[in-house]
């Protein structure tokens, strides 16, 4: 089993910055791809990010490439997500998942997941 906590979000103006940080513990985290979603009111939970095990293969949606940065510290046990310029339509719980070795951007393909953290852009 693997544990996963979010911590990190919080109330930000547009245009500014927080980093999400994800935490594991029960196993090491370094042999886990992990995946960022979020879901706001009323939508569904969509694809944020994904970095695989080793770092070599990181994805991005298309509505935050450029702003939001996905790495992993493994001797931490931590992946974190770094959001710059951050728009109201960001605000959403921020989760993230894990899965065995490679990154995935469908949601279904992950076996552990975290409680989330609430991200609110105020504009």
């Known amino acids: 089993q693997v544990q996963l906590v979010e911590s990190g979000g919080g109330l930000v103006q547009a245009g500014g910055s927080l980093r999400l940080s994800c935490a594991a513990s029960?196993?090491?985290?370094?042999?886990?791809?992990v995946g960022w979603f979020r879901q706001a009111p009323g939508k569904e939970r969509e694809f944020v990010s994904a970095?695989?095990?080793?770092?070599?293969?990181?994805d991005y949606a298309d509505s935050v490439k450029g702003r939001f940065t996905i790495s992993r510290d493994n001797t931490k046990n931590t992946v974190y997500l770094q959001m710059n310029s951050l728009k109201p339509e960001d605000t959403a719980v921020y989760y993230c998942?894990?899965?065995?070795?490679?990154?995935?951007?469908?949601?279904?393909?992950?076996?552990?997941w975290g409680q989330g953290t609430q991200v609110t852009v105020s504009s």
């Open positions: 970095i695989s095990w080793s770092g070599g293969t990181i």
């Open positions: 029960g196993r090491t985290l370094s042999t886990y791809a």
């Open positions: 998942a894990a899965r065995k070795l490679l990154a995935r951007m469908a949601e279904a393909e992950y076996d552990y």
